[in-house]
């Protein structure tokens, strides 16, 4: 089956721009989907499709994908930002199922 | 407004068969495109993905867990049910039901709140 792989940890200050990366054998073949998760909350989707944000997430979030790993950028990190972050893809390759990453925590120091 | 709630037992002893209930309102389940899935998240842990069903009765499900998994939809109700056999404390976790529309994207755009299952003796 398909895996994804995330770091454990991403810490950035206030105001700057936070990377989460999301590795992948050939994810660029694939559409990739980014949620954010606060504790004890349901994910919320903030970016799909790659790059695409959905309505009421706010253009500071934003994505992309090349290669072997697709990237969450959080710009302009706020403190409200800090959270878990997931990475999802479509895998066709075997079964047609749902593969999400380990899961990122992101630091606002 | 699309919206999505969990239902099912707090507590199940190992061996037994858990049955969780999703109960939607602000789509249809007889709309091309449309699906309701399930995921999981252990305590502490990452999300896992466990099954999808959609509008047109097709029905997918995670590869290491399909022979202990069955998902059906009562389009009536705007309910869809997912059935897990011969539950352990591995299965202890918060369930998640979430609105996917394959004709736009594979994300889950929707999400339920979570119930809390725990497998305990």
């Known amino acids: 089956s398909y895996v994804l792989t995330q770091p454990p940890s991403v810490s950035v200050a206030p105001g700057q721009t936070a990377k989460i990366p999301c590795g992948g054998n050939?994810?660029?073949?694939?559409?990739v989907h980014w949620y954010q998760q606060k504790p004890g909350q349901a994910p919320v989707l903030v970016v799909y499709?790659?790059?695409d944000r959905p309505s009421g997430i706010p253009e500071r979030f934003s994505g992309s994908n090349s290669g072997n790993t697709a990237t969450l950028i959080i710009s302009r990190v706020e403190a409200g930002d800090e959270a878990d972050y997931y990475c999802q893809v479509w895998d066709t390759t075997t079964d047609l199922s749902w593969v999400f990453g380990g899961g990122t925590k992101l630091t606002v120091l | 407004q699309i919206t999505l709630k969990e239902s099912g037992p707090t507590l199940v002893k190992p061996t037994q068969t858990l049955t969780l209930t999703c109960t939607f309102s602000g789509f249809s389940l007889t709309t091309s495109g449309v699906g309701v899935g399930w995921i999981r998240q252990p305590p502490g842990k990452a999300l896992e993905w466990l099954a999808l069903?959609?509008?047109?009765?097709?029905?997918r499900y995670s590869p290491s867990l399909k022979s202990r998994l069955t998902i059906t939809k009562d389009t009536s109700k705007n309910q869809v049910v997912l059935i897990m056999t011969n539950v352990d404390p591995d299965d202890t976790a918060t369930y998640f039901c979430?609105?996917?529309?394959?004709?736009?994207?594979?994300?889950?755009?929707?999400w339920g709140q979570g119930t809390l299952v725990t497998v305990s003796s």
């Open positions: 069903i959609y509008w047109n009765d097709h029905k």
């Open positions: 050939n994810i660029e073949s694939k559409t």
């Open positions: 979430a609105h996917e529309w394959t004709t736009v994207t594979t994300a889950f755009d929707y």
């Open positions: 499709d790659d790059s």
